[in-house]
């Protein structure tokens, strides 16, 4: 699998990161070096193997149905862009 | 006043307990070697004086009071992807570079708790992903053996630190090497533990299914006084395990007689440079010589760790950094359209290029038609190397082998090539996949003059063994007492 510039510009776009098209070229050399290193596992026979995603089998451990987080809305917007009225302020997305 | 610092962290605790100095006088001495030292090493993004010798006073208040632990007084520094309430917490990147910490990492709580000293945040490769602590926003950090070469990463100020004598002792976090390969690189000591054994609240993700944080520090008995504050089960960190507390220093005087070490036939192939080899092939001299009986060990699908974890952390990276969108914290760019472009620009501006391509490489495995053939796939060989040590733990208690192919190389030797940069790990990121502890300590000393790491990789919860490993090779070598030429005048 190698990426044309259209499947990075594709990929950028559905990573939400900004691409000019010198940074595409390079891209497109860089991501498919890593995916040839990649592509070495693609030939090893895995039938029947269950995908491995944590190192323990572990189900989601349930708490209380409690409140146990305290309004702290002030102290964790003071460090957003840009706040109004305790809001977080966007770019209008509804006319 | 002696320092105690090169000694360790135990030898600091021991001086600071019996009234020998007092923490500020500790806090303030190291606090003026780092100011000495950090411009040409770069060690740390942030130091706040006054806060550490804040932290130093109320230690000795405590020690005057007789209520000290362990820990009480002694400086420690973190790396900046742990979360410290007032503290500016990067994670060495652009996008958090004027984020404060609203609330502390269980890590952190527990330092503060014991009534360490926070000595400052670390720097680090951006978001953790590097292996040279190259890709920091606030520029490369250097290795104290040769300020022309990197410390390793991505954890490499913790390592930089503990060997230049800042501190005796750091925090660290490891994905696929990211505490075991710096540790090598700058001839100190560092332990990854078992996946789950330390709390991932208020460390900043990377590839979540195999982050994990430990310690760096100058020997094998300061790893196990570390590791006995830092483990512990957290209800925040679904994945914290709850297990009964143990003590990691109960094997550090035990013998190695009748130890199973297995050396895999693929870590002794070619890939290792020659000093490197001969370090670890000493090394393992060393613990036959103590009574340990090498065995040879398959790992036959190991080479397969390099692809597999550069599908599945890049993944968990995508979603992770998803986060970071200029909305609630961190950058935002300063021009944009709607709100999209908002997005878009902000992430440009606010990530460097390793970790836009982990990200984009993440992005594209996940994508509708390749992620079973490279999401899943990689999944499924993961379980392989899994199986593969569980195999090779039937016939051994512990492997051996070097920690990384080459002693520190130069900085900027893999600027081009990120697939170079990538090799740094090949011994490295197994273990993780695995979630299995892994440790490097020194071994030997390379081409210039430069320190080799031997990795030791246990079965699920032999941390207290693999600690007793280290302190038996350490009794009978010195290569962890080397220090480097001091920064200070």
Request: proline share 5%; charged share 25%.
């Given at each position: 699998m190698a990426l044309d510039p259209d499947a990075v510009r594709r990929i950028a776009l559905l990573a939400r990161i900004a691409v000019t098209d010198s940074e595409v070229a390079a891209l497109q050399g860089e991501l498919n070096s890593i995916l040839g290193m990649i592509?070495?596992?693609?030939?090893?026979?895995?039938?029947g193997i269950v995908p491995m995603a944590h190192a323990f089998e572990m189900h989601t451990p349930l708490r209380d149905d409690q409140v146990t987080e305290t309004d702290q809305r002030a102290e964790f917007q003071a460090g957003a862009p840009a706040v109004q009225d305790g809001l977080y302020l966007v770019p209008r997305v509804i006319e | 006043m002696s320092d105690p610092v090169p000694l360790g962290l135990v030898a600091t605790a021991r001086a600071l307990a019996a009234r020998e100095l007092s923490s500020v006088e500790l806090t303030g001495a190291l606090l003026e070697r780092i100011a000495c030292a950090n411009p040409v090493l770069n060690a740390f993004i942030t130091v706040d004086p006054e806060v550490s010798l804040r932290q130093a006073a109320a230690a000795d208040e405590r020690i005057a009071r007789g209520d000290?632990?362990?820990?009480?007084g002694v400086p420690v520094a973190h790396k900046d992807i742990f979360m410290a309430r007032g503290w500016r917490t990067t994670c060495a990147s652009r996008m958090l570079a004027g984020f404060v910490a609203p609330y502390d990492a269980h890590v952190i709580e527990q330092f503060d708790a014991a009534g360490a000293v926070n000595m400052g945040k670390l720097n680090m490769d951006e978001f953790a992903m590097g292996s040279s602590s190259e890709s920091s926003f606030f520029g490369p950090v250097r290795n104290p053996w040769d300020i022309t070469r990197v410390p390793g990463g991505s954890s490499g100020g913790s390592a930089a630190a503990v060997a230049a004598g800042l501190v005796p002792a750091a925090t660290a976090t490891d994905t696929g090497g990211s505490i075991r390969q710096p540790a090598a690189l700058c001839g100190v000591s560092g332990l990854k533990p078992t996946?789950?054994?330390?709390?991932?609240?208020?460390m900043i993700a990377y590839a979540s299914s195999l982050d994990q944080a430990g310690p760096i520090a100058r020997n094998a008995e300061d790893l196990a006084v570390l590791m006995n504050l830092m483990a512990g089960h957290d209800r925040?960190?679904?994945?914290s395990l709850a297990r009964p507390a143990e003590d990691y220093r109960r094997d550090l005087q035990r013998t190695l007689k009748g130890l199973r070490v297995g050396l895999p036939r693929a870590y002794f192939a070619d890939g290792m440079s020659p000093d490197v080899r001969a370090g670890v092939e000493s090394a393992i001299a060393v613990l036959r010589r103590l009574g340990a009986e090498p065995v040879e060990v398959e790992?036959?699908?190991?080479?397969l760790a390099l692809p597999a974890y550069y599908v599945i952390a890049p993944a968990e990276a995508s979603s992770n950094l998803?986060?970071?969108?200029?909305?609630?914290?961190g950058h935002r760019a300063a021009s944009y359209g709607d709100l999209a472009d908002m997005y878009s620009r902000t992430r440009a501006e606010g990530f460097g290029p390793e970790v836009r391509r982990r990200i984009l490489i993440g992005a594209f495995v996940l994508c509708h038609g390749y992620y079973d053939a490279y999401y899943l796939q990689a999944q499924r060989v993961r379980r392989l190397i899994a199986e593969d040590f569980a195999s090779a733990f039937e016939q051994c208690d512990v492997i051996a082998g070097p920690t990384s192919p080459t002693v520190a190389f130069a900085l900027g030797a893999h600027a081009d090539d990120p697939l170079q940069m990538y090799l740094s790990d090949i011994y490295t990121i197994a273990p993780n996949l695995a979630g299995l502890p892994a440790m490097s300590i020194p071994c030997g000393f390379g081409v210039h003059g430069l320190p080799v790491g031997l990795q030791l990789v246990g079965n699920y919860f032999t941390e207290a063994r693999m600690l007793g490993i280290a302190a038996a090779f350490q009794r009978e070598t010195e290569w962890h007492l080397r220090a480097p030429a001091a920064m200070t005048p």
């Open positions: 592509e070495r596992m693609q030939g090893v026979n895995t039938a | 000290a632990g362990p820990l009480t996946y789950g054994l330390v709390s991932r609240y208020g925040r960190d679904a994945t790992l036959p699908r190991v080479e998803s986060r970071f969108d200029g909305v609630r914290y």
